[in-house]
């Protein structure tokens, strides 16, 4: 039963942890985002890596170091325009969803550590979300 609610408890704060960096990126807030990032993000070697599967414009290497990816994400955030972030189940994780008019424009995992997220994976081909809905 205890190692149920510690599962429980992990769960809960890696949701909490999505939910922050949605409204840190939301508002563009570059420091509140680098709390959010695990500080050894470059020793771990990963950061922003994207699938745009050649139909949809994505990083192709990855965005290394908790500034230069808080950076990233908030230049992404400016070409975006109007983007609805939604919390959902991705990969049986807490993750985002990014929607504009109602289409699925890319899909966010995660993977944190307690409270920090030391990597991001950002799916964009337009073939693969067809089965996530706003």
């Known amino acids: 039963m205890a190692a149920a609610r510690t599962r429980g408890a992990r769960a809960r704060r890696r949701s909490a942890v999505v939910g922050e960096f949605r409204q840190a990126w939301q508002a563009r807030d570059v420091d509140a985002l680098v709390r959010l990032l695990d500080p050894s993000v470059v ?19 990855p965005v290394q170091g908790p500034l230069r990816v808080a950076e990233f994400l908030v230049h992404l955030a400016g070409l975006a325009g109007r983007l609805d972030l939604l919390e959902r189940t991705v990969n049986g994780q807490p993750g985002l969803v990014a929607v ?18 030391r990597c991001i994976w950002a799916m964009r081909n337009p073939d693969k979300p067809r089965s996530w809905s706003s």
């Open 100 to 117: 504009n008019g109602g289409q699925v424009m890319t899909v966010y995992a995660f993977d944190i550590d307690e409270s920090r997220i």
């Open 43 to 61: 020793a771990v070697a990963a950061a922003v890596v994207a699938d745009g599967g050649g139909r949809a414009m994505a990083s192709p290497e």
